[in-house]
């Protein structure tokens, strides 16, 4: 995973790259495509009836777009270098040290309260997910219990009886990813939302998969608590944010628009209606957006 810089400075940097590419239609820079190939884009609309639980209900009234992995430890220790958050207090795990331990750069950051990942979101001009939105993330437009599907298969995720009893690198398990190309959405850590009782959502390695990780299971905490296995992933409103991170990309040459065409068919076609409607209201370059949408109409590879 890349660590990334502030809001500020990735405008700085998506500038940056807009003005190389209209100069000679060169490949996009990491820090033009990174920002839209590490998210999902998803559409408003009703939550699907779950395969069993209880259902949240109800309906998502704006697309918006979701972390693909969890925040990482090398992210989170970007994020502390850049504005001092927690005064010097680490997360507990790297055992008072301004980085993580080594080999760990790339698992989830833990040992965060809602404050700490409401902070470290904003910083990358973002925000906590709502709880319908992590569950649209995680089943998608079906009503499946697990991300992958109904059945229960103990090696999709890192929970108890995978017998790790710690965290893995962020999309360790392929088979686990749900229909919308989101990982680790089940097992790993718990994942702190923006609902104001204090909810988690995901299950971790302490979780037995089975029963305590389903799409539908909660977890409520003070939110001041922090946990060996609560982390977090960023989410925001879509116009918001790729209103800030196409335009960079309006100048590219026939490499940079082959990258996000891949990138909006992994989107996949319940993207389209949503990039075409940007390209409407003038929020993006209308001729990146129309592209990407085409090609999200051609689905999405599995």
């Known amino acids: 995973m ?3 810089g502030s809001a500020a400075a990735l405008g700085a940097l998506l500038a940056a790259g807009l003005a190389g590419c209209r100069e000679d239609g060169a490949p996009l820079a990491p820090e033009v495509l990174d920002p839209l190939s590490r998210v999902a884009l998803l559409p408003s609309g009703p939550l699907a009836p779950p395969s069993g639980g209880t259902a949240r209900g109800g309906r998502i009234e704006r697309p918006f777009v979701i972390d693909r992995f969890e925040a990482t430890n090398g992210e989170y220790a970007a994020f502390l270098a850049a504005t001092g958050h927690a ?12 980085s993580p331990p080594p080999g760990r750069e790339d698992h989830p950051v833990v ?8 902070a470290f979101a904003a910083w990358r001009g973002m925000r906590l997910p709502t709880a319908r939105e992590w569950e649209r993330a995680a089943r998608g437009g079906t009503g499946y219990r697990y991300p992958w599907g109904n059945d229960w298969f103990r090696l999709r995720a890192n929970t108890i009886e995978f017998e790790l009893f710690d965290t893995t ?5 392929e088979s686990g990813r749900s229909p919308e190309g989101c990982y680790d959405l089940e ?3 718990w994942e702190w939302t923006s609902e104001p009782e204090g909810l988690l959502k995901g299950g971790s390695f302490w979780s037995r998969g089975r029963a305590e990780v389903r799409v539908v299971e909660e977890l409520r905490y003070d939110p001041g ?4 296995d609560f982390g977090l992933r960023c989410a925001a409103d879509a116009e918001t944010y790729l209103a800030r991170t196409l335009p960079a990309a309006a100048g590219a040459g026939p490499e940079g628009r082959a990258a996000l065409r891949r990138i909006a068919a992994r989107w996949g076609p319940e993207s389209a209606p949503v990039l075409r409607g940007l390209a409407e209201t003038g929020s993006v370059p209308a001729s990146i957006a129309l592209e990407m949408a085409d090609a999200a109409e051609a689905g999405r590879p599995r």
Do not use: I, Q
């Open 2 to 4: 890349r660590e990334r």
């Open 169 to 173: 690198r962020v999309g360790t398990f």
């Open 187 to 189: 097992g790993n850590v």
């Open 225 to 228: 608590v922090r946990g060996d």
């Open 111 to 118: 040992w965060v309260d809602r404050a700490d990942a409401e």
């Open 87 to 98: 005064r010097g207090n680490p997360p507990r795990h790297w055992l008072g040290a301004s």
